[in-house]
């Protein structure tokens, strides 16, 4: 019954249908999540109307974070003195460093990376140890992910990349859409 409530509120809010919202959302672990196509003409409103007003942009929704003018997603707090050490071993970190460039995960690897099993701290329905040999530490977490083409996380789910024709040999090199309005801003 949450569920139906929150894609309820969901569908009133963005003036659509709730048939439609149903239809065109889906699940991530226990999460309703709208496709980035659902979002995107807002984010990109809301970014044009924020910069606009002389203040500062963070998307908190992963695929659109590299629009934001920050490098730590949607806070700005590595804009203050002694915040600047974020967790930068993540998808979203990667995409930024990447901006206009192959996106790799040897961008990322060198970054610290918590070492033990991550698994307890999430729902159940985000749990790898018992698929990946009992291994489920972070860095599991991100190099599963990082292939899993078209889910919510993965680098192919941030507006403007796309994913290479050819088949990888270990870890995917993404390309970004050579559209310029598809392309992040680069960390700076």
């Not at 309703?32 to 809301?46: D, F, G, I, Q, W």
């Not at 050490?85 to 995960?105: D, L, P, S, W």
Request: charged share 25%.
């Amino acid at each position: 019954m949450p569920q139906i409530a929150l894609v309820w509120k969901e569908a009133h809010c963005w003036g659509v249908p709730v048939t439609e919202t149903v239809r065109n959302r889906f699940g991530d672990g226990r999460e309703l999540v709208l496709p980035p196509s659902r979002k995107l003409a807002t984010v990109l409103e809301v970014a044009a109307e924020v910069r606009r007003c002389k203040m500062t942009f963070g998307a908190a929704d992963n695929e659109f974070q590299h629009l934001s003018d920050t490098g730590c997603c949607c806070s700005g707090v590595d804009r203050f003195h002694d915040f600047e050490n974020y967790f930068k071993h993540q998808i979203g970190y990667a995409i930024r460093r990447c901006v206009g460039k192959t996106i790799t995960y040897s961008t990322i690897q060198h970054e610290w990376a918590p070492s033990g099993s991550v698994d307890r701290f999430l729902n159940s329905k985000s749990r790898i140890a018992h698929r990946n040999k009992g291994r489920a530490t972070m860095i599991d977490h991100i190099k599963l992910r990082w292939n899993q083409q078209g889910v919510p996380g993965s680098p192919s789910s941030f507006f403007g990349v796309k994913v290479p024709n050819s088949a990888p040999l270990d870890l995917i090199a993404y390309e970004w859409d050579t559209r310029p309005q598809n392309r992040g801003r680069p960390l700076t």
